[in-house]
């Protein structure tokens, strides 16, 4: 039974790391990946752009904790979760393997409640990240089937934000994460040692949003406008985070073996174009097209054994490192041109938002070893139909209930597909879907 034991937890992390389509140079480097996996349902529709854009996904911090800051100072709470959970990596047809997150997050800002010249807000959220990779059986040495296991890994994240708003918004925000990695919760081969771990590690992140017609006006006045109480709309954001901090190892069994986090950093840039109508109590963004690009780098390298002339090792390998800084990310070639290069992954992604009623997206990634897909993905919204009514039909505007909630509450469906040229392809036909609520 030791024998089949050990074997399965051979077979157990393969599975895993051959159901990553989210980061291929990840594939053997580091161990849990999934905690580099894109949980927004939303962003991933715009090729897995998640932090580094302007989102009311309850789920955005994940990626990026200041999106918390941001979102903290128009929201008091949101809460976001997967309908269902996504089947991760169906084109692999072994198991089944499912992912799925959940995040609720509490907001104030203090502009509201005390009188304080800038808007500054701070946030407090939890989120929960499950990933289940299925169920295995252990056999006896006659191959029949003694018990049964479930290999599973999940992560509790809880985030505090910080936001600003003062001619730019700014959020910051830090996250501490308690991750367990269960492959085999099972003694190895007698040794009354399993196949699990258990660790902490943190986030921090940072992501602004720059008004800039807003800003023109604060310093020019208005502008001519081409209808009234209808202004041009640009935005730039940035958005940069680091991602599994902390000098942690992660241990299964041995210690000597232990693994790498997944430790990443990440750069985004995003340009909003739109027009947003002033007619309402509260603005509307009549309509809109955003595109955005996102690099992000695995700050862990291995090295090979040294060799000698023919090619033959001649000693152990170097033991892998962590490397400080953005790594191989280059801001102007990678999030300005749009280049691929290095060790790095880009994400590309566009959003058409018609009055947020509806939003189209569609996005590409590429990364190491050859991974490359596409996305498609949309989402309806509750706020853009009572916008919509109450523009439209003034007995529905002078209705205070429909303008109280119009202003203060918002329901979001979010659905995304990842598509790979080849069929077979992991990542080939993941879908994703969500609902978030919105209390303003």
């Known amino acids: 039974m030791a024998v089949k034991v050990s074997i399965l937890v051979v077979t157990g992390i393969a599975v895993f790391s051959l159901c990553l389509p989210t980061s ?13 996996f894109s949980a927004s349902p939303d962003g991933n529709g715009m090729g897995g752009i998640s932090g580094s854009r302007v989102s009311d996904d309850a789920m955005a911090s994940i990626a990026n904790p200041g999106q918390l800051g941001l979102q903290s100072l128009h929201q008091f709470m949101s809460s976001g979760f997967f309908l269902p959970t996504t089947d991760w990596s169906p084109a692999l047809g072994v198991n089944k393997i499912t ?9 104030l800002n203090l502009q509201r409640v005390v ?31 003694q018990a049964m296991f479930t290999a599973n890994e ?32 099972y003694s190895i081969q007698g040794t009354g040692r399993q196949g699990v771990a258990d ?16 800003i023109a006006y604060r310093a020019f006045g208005p502008l001519p406008r081409l209808l009234p109480k209808v202004d041009p ?3 730039l954001t940035l958005g940069y985070s680091r991602n599994n901090l902390g000098n942690t190892r992660v241990v299964y069994i041995d210690a ?16 909003k174009l739109g027009f947003v109508s002033h007619v309402l109590e509260s603005d509307w963004e009549l309509i809109s097209f955003m595109i955005g690009r996102e690099a992000e780098d695995l700050l862990v390298r291995r090295y090979p054994a040294p060799t000698d002339s023919l090619g033959n090792e001649i000693g152990p390998a170097p033991p892998w490192q962590y490397l400080n800084g953005t790594g191989d990310i280059r801001f102007f070639d990678n999030l300005v041109l749009g280049e691929w290069g290095g060790n790095i992954e880009l994400r590309k992604g566009w959003q058409l938002n018609v009055a947020e ?43 205070r209930f429909v303008g109280f909630v119009a202003q203060h509450f918002d329901i979001q469906y979010n659905w995304s597909e990842y598509r790979a040229a080849d069929p077979t392809f992991p990542v080939d036909k993941t879908t994703y879907s969500g609902m978030n609520i919105i209390i303003k």
Not at 199 to 214: A, E
């Open 99 to 107: 992912y799925s997150a959940t995040a609720v997050n509490v907001g």
């Open 24 to 36: 291929g140079f990840a594939q053997g480097e580091t161990a849990v990946p999934f905690l580099i």
């Open 115 to 145: 009188a304080i010249p800038l808007p500054v807000s701070f946030g407090f959220g939890y989120s929960y990240i499950n990933h289940d990779l299925g169920d295995y059986y252990i056999y006896n040495g006659l191959g029949q089937p």
């Open 256 to 271: 000597s073996q232990a693994d790498p986090l997944p430790r990443t950093v990440t750069a985004g840039l995003n340009v």
């Open 233 to 235: 709309l640009l935005d």
């Open 154 to 185: 999940h992560s509790s994240d809880y985030t505090l934000g910080i936001g600003l708003d003062y001619y730019i918004k700014l959020g910051l925000g830090y996250t501490t994460k308690s991750v367990v990695s269960s492959l085999v919760p």
């Open 357 to 399: 009623l509806f939003y189209l997206r569609g996005g590409s990634y590429l990364g190491m070893g050859g991974q490359d897909y596409t996305t498609t993905g949309f989402s309806f919204r509750l706020g853009g139909i009572l916008k919509f009514l109450e523009w439209f039909s003034p007995p529905v505007a002078s209705n």
């Open 199 to 214: 660790f902490s590690t943190y986030d921090v992140g940072l992501i602004t949003q720059i008004p800039v017609i807003d």
